[in-house]
Each structure stands twice: as C-alpha cells, then as structure tokens.
C-alpha cells in the first residue's frame, strides 16, 4: 500500500525555520516528480516547490530565495527546507508524488508563523 507520511509542521516566529519531510513507502519513487503544495484559508492551493527525477526544481515566486527543496532517492523521502519564514507562509502544506497517470498526497501538515 502506497503511504506518504509528512512531519515537520508546527508553529514558529517570523523569520524562523522550519524543516518539512514526506517519507513515501510502498514502492520507488525515484522517477516521480515530488512538490510541496500549501493551501490558505481563502486561497486556492498553490505549488510551492518541485523537484524532478533529474533534480531540476521549481518554486513559487513567492518563496524562492528563502524555500528549498530536495529529495532522497535512497530513503523514498523529499524535503521541504523553508527559511525567513513570513506570516503569509501560513497554511496547511501538503506533499505530492506524481507521474504520468499517477498522484499519491500526504495528509497535510500545519505551518503556522505568528509572534
């Protein structure tokens, strides 16, 4: 059975950081494109950061210069290292593996950045 499992979320002060991570199990996923996705309340959902097979990534304008991705081939596990955290962060982050004809989700995990 497919699983992916995030942890990291939590709460922490602007300008803080924060280490997520999806550990997937259930089959190999070093083929699979791996993104972190986050969702406000208000807003639509919105692609924060990719990273692909090959280690070509992609992030949001949004966060790029302070959100890095990376991923674990070995371990079936990507990350998801956010710095210069800013209120607007705030939301509920979910991770995603995907391929032609195939997505798997995380369950989601809570960033919240307040003082």
């Known amino acids: 059975q497919v699983q992916l499992v995030e942890s990291g979320g939590g709460l922490v002060q602007p300008g803080g950081s924060l280490r997520l991570s999806c550990a997937a199990s259930g089959r190999n996923f070093s083929l699979y494109v791996m993104g972190w996705y986050r969702q406000a309340p208000g807003k639509q959902r919105e692609r924060v950061a990719s990273i692909t097979s090959g280690g070509s990534t992609n992030y949001a304008d949004s966060v790029k210069g302070r959100f890095t991705i990376s991923r674990d081939n070995a371990k079936n596990t990507f990350y998801l290292q956010m710095n210069s955290l800013k209120p607007e962060d705030t939301a509920v982050y979910y991770c995603?593996?995907?391929?032609?004809?195939?997505?798997?989700w995380g369950q989601g995990t809570q960033v919240t950045v307040s003082s």
């Open positions: 995603r593996l995907g391929r032609v004809a195939y997505e798997y």
